[in-house]
Antibody, heavy 118, light 108 residues
């Protein structure tokens, strides 16, 4: 079965760092782009950025450039989204999703809820 | 950046109704458009891609059309399980694969 499994919910304080993960299985992880999407509570989907695990080519939405870092470890079929200093406004659900070749995002992770509160 | 304007933002309808949701791009996107369904507490699910191609396993009551900047999602006969939020997304402009703001489909 093709799937993306994300790491569990996190509760952090402002200023802390965090790295969440998205592990792919059932397909060639290095052959598909993986994107990250933010959904703030009660709000819509926001595009954050994308990585190609085969060569770690990474592209960011201008809104998220410099705010987060997207990376991947192809040896363990895992993509990451990380923050160096969290803010309360980072509280959201974060989804990873696989991009089918030159096409839409067909496989989604279950989401990781990040709560940032003092 | 390409902006995606989705309408309406919310819609009330009854089981059996035909509903249409519209998505307009700020510039042409050459049918590089997907539609997703999201239910509360769940990840989005791909319904259609390339504007009109039905994803495997998605019921045929869902259809998509459009070209250039204007696209529509139609549900021909609403079923109880279709009440959800729907999003369009353009994947024409790398790396900004922007979403529409969503349409919440509610039971009348």
């Amino acid at each position: 079965e093709v799937q993306l499994v994300q790491s569990g919910a996190e509760v952090k304080k402002p200023g802390e760092s965090l790295k969440i993960s998205c592990k792919g299985s059932g397909y060639s992880f290095t052959s598909y782009w993986i994107g990250w999407v933010r959904q703030m509570p009660g709000k819509g989907l926001e595009w954050m950025g994308i990585i190609y695990p085969g060569d770690s080519d990474t592209r960011y939405s201008p809104s998220f450039q410099g705010q987060v870092t997207i990376s991947a470890d192809k040896s363990i079929s895992t993509a990451y989204l990380q923050w160096s200093s969290l803010k309360a406004s980072d509280t959201a659900m974060y989804y990873c999703a696989r991009r089918r070749s030159n096409d839409a995002f067909d496989i989604w992770g279950q989401g990781t809820m990040v709560t940032v509160s003092s | 950046d390409i902006q995606m304007t989705q309408s309406p933002s919310s819609l009330s309808a009854s089981v059996g109704d035909r509903v249409t949701i519209t998505c307009r791009a700020s510039q042409g996107i050459s049918n590089s458009l997907a539609w997703y369904q999201q239910k509360p507490g769940k990840a989005p699910k791909l319904l259609l891609y390339a504007a009109s191609r039905l994803e495997s396993g998605v019921p045929s009551r869902f259809s998509g059309s459009g070209s250039g900047t204007d696209y529509t999602l139609t549900i021909s006969s609403l079923q109880p399980e279709d009440f959800a939020t729907y999003y369009c997304q353009q994947y024409y402009s790398t790396p900004m694969y922007t979403f529409g703001q969503g349409t919440k489909l509610e039971i009348k």
